[in-house]
């Protein structure tokens, strides 16, 4: 069993000096615990502690980070088997694969379809941030010229060759872009080992099919001084990879076992037969536990399903998705327009703001903090009543924008429009809007201030 916060803070310098990234000893040793952080964080940790805590201290799952700026991958860190448990913390990564072998028309398309498949829900941009560039025995100059043309999308990349020299030649031209290094073997892990380390790009290890050759070449990769290692059993049965996976991430969490405290790769290109049986390996190991995964093509038939699959197991159970509380301009509003107010729940925020945008009516939409919760569920707990909506519009300016005194409440709130009324003042009305979002155009077309 792992030292408790208080335990490790006790071998901590206790200089609060912040240099460790948080501002107290104790919220660094509150991470450390939590295996959200590393030791190495602490400049001032003596040595003797870190002897102590070294192997408590490490996140059970080392995370590690692929490519750079805006499509850079974060995987690893996860501290629970279950979702519910916790929460999972890094989204996997989703990835397309192009080939040396393949013409560039059809390279030229898996690019183009993995620039062009994003999506916009709920606020957030929704599309895969990986392209993995295979070397299919072309040499390095035909590899290092794929990986050029991929470099240049800002992807995050993985280098996936049999031959280390190839692996070299692009490591040493794009290490910049920390690209993952794929794979380590038995018959090549020293020369990969010392490749990682010189380009100091993570690497993954591919094994042969068992779970023990994983380990042997962790353990190989770690003693040469290796820390940001992904796995791949070598498995392609998908049966037995699911298996492994789940083996893995329990040995990592339950066992505390570091040869398997690393993140996974699948390569669901090579274990379905078809793109329709990959997105169904690929949603199986979303779920469980991959960290990487790699497809042979991102049509957007298929990568949208998956996509959604990770936004809704990679969002926080425990804290709901939520907008920001204020004043949105809709349809470019003046003094003259209706005033709407809802509750600052995502799905709730996005669906009403699309259905006044696609009225074309002008409106202003005021969004309350209602701590995420829907407008039935914060009417019920009391966040969303006549004393509470009164006192955000009298505070958020809305006052200031319009000439008139006439707000809309959302149909399911209905029964705060008396207490509402007596918050806001004398003059002010207030407007029962329609309970379904979609009779909101109708509602407003027709609505007078």
């Known amino acids: 069993m792992g030292l408790t916060g208080i335990q490790i803070f006790k071998l901590l310098p206790k200089t609060n000096c912040g240099e460790c990234g948080v501002p107290t000893c104790l919220a660094f040793a509150m991470n450390l615990a939590a295996g959200k952080a590393e030791l190495d964080k602490c400049p001032y940790v003596s040595a003797e502690a870190k002897e102590k805590l070294a192997s408590e201290s490490a996140p059970p799952i080392r995370p590690l980070t692929i490519g750079t700026g805006e499509y850079a991958v974060k995987v690893g860190g996860e501290t629970v088997l279950f979702r519910h448990e916790k929460t999972f913390v890094n989204p996997p990564g989703l990835a397309v694969m192009v080939s040396t072998a393949e013409d560039a ?124 290692i992904v796995l791949d059993s070598g498995t392609r049965d998908l049966k037995k990879a699911f298996s492994e996976q789940i083996m893995i991430r329990r040995s990592a969490l339950k066992d ?49 399903p998956l996509l959604l699959e990770r936004l809704n197991i990679y969002t926080d159970p425990q804290r709901p998705m939520t907008a920001e509380q204020g004043i949105y301009p809709i349809n470019n509003p003046d003094e003259n327009s209706p005033v ?19 009225s074309r009516v002008p409106s202003w939409l005021l969004v309350q903090d209602t701590e995420g919760l829907s407008v039935m569920t914060a009417w019920a707990a009391g966040k969303f009543s006549g004393e509470t909506v009164g006192t955000f519009i009298n505070k958020c300016g809305i006052k200031d924008k319009v000439k008139h005194k006439n707000i809309i409440i959302p149909g399911y709130a209905a029964g705060i429009s008396g207490e509402l009324e007596e918050e806001l003042g004398a003059g002010w009305t207030v407007s029962v809007g329609p309970r379904e979002a ?11 201030a």
């Open 105 to 228: 028309a059809t390279v030229d398309g898996k690019i183009g379809r993995f620039q062009k498949a994003q999506y916009d829900r709920v606020g957030l941009k929704l599309r895969a941030e990986m392209i993995a560039v295979k070397d299919a025995g072309g040499g390095a100059d035909a590899f290092c010229a794929l990986a050029g043309k991929v470099a240049a999308t800002g992807a995050a990349m993985i280098f996936i060759s049999e031959s280390a020299d190839v692996l070299t030649a692009a490591a040493d031209k794009f290490k910049d872009k920390k690209p993952l290094l794929y794979a380590a073997t038995a018959g090549n892990v020293e020369a990969m080992g010392n490749l990682a380390k010189a380009s100091e790009c993570p690497v993954a290890v591919k094994g042969d099919g068992t779970i023990e050759s994983v380990i042997a070449l962790s353990e190989k990769l770690s003693g040469m001084g290796v820390k940001d």
């Open 256 to 304: 505390r076992f570091r040869p398997l405290g690393f993140p996974t790769i699948v390569m669901a290109n090579e274990m379905g037969d078809g793109l329709m049986e990959e997105a169904l390996v690929a949603a199986t190991f979303i779920a469980k536990y991959g960290a990487l995964i790699v497809m042979s093509d991102l049509q957007p038939h298929v990568l949208f």
């Open 340 to 358: 709407m107010v809802t509750c600052n729940f995502s799905l709730t925020y996005f669906i009403v703001s699309g259905e006044v945008e696609g």
């Open 438 to 448: 979609s009779q909101i155009p109708k509602f407003l077309k027709s609505f007078k």
